[in-house]
């Protein structure tokens, strides 16, 4: 298996900028989270689904955050619109049987 | 609130030697994992060992292995004959009901 997969790994993009972060699970994982990674703030969660459906999203700091699912092999996460503050890593993570595995996280700056 | 702690901010050992990373955590469920993940300097965040809180037996994967104490609440993680590789950060982290609490980590060094 390939692991979670994200794109794009690296993102730099300016002020009031539309951001999407890309995410396709691991197959056969039912759960999905998003995390948000910063020095200050260590791992965030930001958001999960359980098969494709959103449990939690009290972690999404504001509502310029939005997440989806369409379906069980891709998720997104977007910024609209970003500010500098948003600037971090981005992990996608799936699990199966309440273990995680993460993607390699996307680097966002937003300048 | 749940919490993981991992009290010390730094570690360093010297290569081939031993070395064990602390981490005590506070729950109210009955069924919980316990989890020590590995963020390299490359940020992906990689599953190192994985212990079931029902299991008395410590889980071991090679040279990582744990001592689970459930009625102390205490988990740690101990690398055998570290290697230069083993340089990274390390989250202690409990899951329950499908997510995951995660330590502030420690950042252990392996000089050569």
């Known amino acids: 298996d390939a692991g979670v997969i994200q794109s794009p790994r690296h993102e730099v993009t300016e002020m009031g900028q539309e951001v999407t972060l890309r995410c396709k699970p691991i197959s056969g994982h039912d759960y999905l989270f998003w995390y948000r990674q910063t020095m200050m703030r260590g791992l965030e969660l930001l958001i999960y689904f359980n098969n494709n459906v959103p449990i939690d999203d009290s972690g999404m700091p504001e509502d310029r955050f939005s997440a989806k699912m369409p379906n069980a092999s891709f998720s997104t996460l977007k910024i609209q619109p970003s500010e500098p503050r948003d600037s971090a890593v981005y992990f996608c993570?799936?699990?199966?049987?309440?273990?995680?595995?993460f993607g390699p996280g996307t680097r966002l700056t937003v300048l | 609130a749940q919490t993981v702690t991992q009290s010390q901010p730094e570690m360093s050992v010297q290569e081939a030697e031993t070395v064990t990373l602390s981490c005590t955590y506070d729950t109210s469920e009955s069924n919980y994992y316990l989890f020590w993940y590995k963020q390299p300097p490359s940020r992906q965040m990689i599953l190192v060992i994985r212990?079931?809180?029902?299991?008395?037996q410590n889980a071991t994967e090679n040279r990582f292995s744990v001592n689970f104490q459930k009625a102390a609440k205490s988990f740690s993680l101990k690398i055998s004959d570290s290697q230069l590789g083993d340089t990274a950060m390390y989250f202690c982290?409990?899951?329950?009901?499908?997510?995951?609490?995660f330590g502030k980590g420690i950042t252990l060094s392996v000089r050569p």
């Open positions: 993570a799936s699990s199966v049987e309440d273990t995680q595995y």
């Open positions: 212990q079931e809180a029902y299991k008395q």
């Open positions: 982290a409990k899951g329950a009901n499908s997510k995951l609490t």
